[in-house]
């Protein structure tokens, strides 16, 4: 179930009284991105047909969901078809600032956590479990790597 928003309350922040309310969600950022993330793809996907194959649910999150939080589609969407799927973007919005120099290059991964979490709690909601881990190796490009864990 979605939670509805408080009057007042912008539809994209939960209520104060819902489990995913950023208060009750302390801890390191991935931990705390991930359940605040939950309710975003049911809203994004309403109008969709079930998505049933892994690599059609990481377009979803390429395409749609990248469009919709970043105003911009993810760069490309490699796969080993083996379960482990690398998504690049070579101008990730949150890191374009931090592009001036390389004195940022080491700090940048930090930058990268909510956006782990973002993925992994879309991906939970359709129904896959998986890791996410980020990495950069040139500003202000990124890649994410999703491992889907098979049950």
């Not at 995913?20 to 390191?28: L, N, R, V």
């Not at 809203?43 to 059609?56: F, G, I, M, P, W």
């Not at 919709?68 to 796969?79: G, I």
Request: net charge positive.
């Amino acid at each position: 179930m979605i939670p509805t928003p408080a009057p007042g309350n912008p539809a994209w922040l939960p209520p104060s009284s819902s489990p995913w309310a950023p208060q009750a969600w302390p801890g390191d950022p991935p931990a705390s991105a991930w359940p605040k993330c939950l309710p975003l793809p049911p809203r994004l996907s309403r109008e969709t047909l079930a998505y049933r194959e892994e690599l059609d649910i990481l377009k979803f999150l390429c395409k749609d969901l990248w469009m919709a939080v970043f105003q911009k589609q993810m760069d490309s969407l490699r796969t080993n078809h083996q379960g482990t799927y690398v998504l690049q973007d070579n101008s990730f919005p949150l890191l374009i600032r931090m592009a001036s120099g390389l004195q940022y290059l080491e700090e940048a991964p930090k930058f990268l956590a909510f956006t782990c979490g973002l993925l992994r709690g879309t991906l939970c909601t359709l129904g896959v479990k998986s890791l996410v881990t980020a990495s950069v190796a040139a500003l202000p490009a990124c890649k994410f790597q999703v491992v889907i864990q098979k049950s």
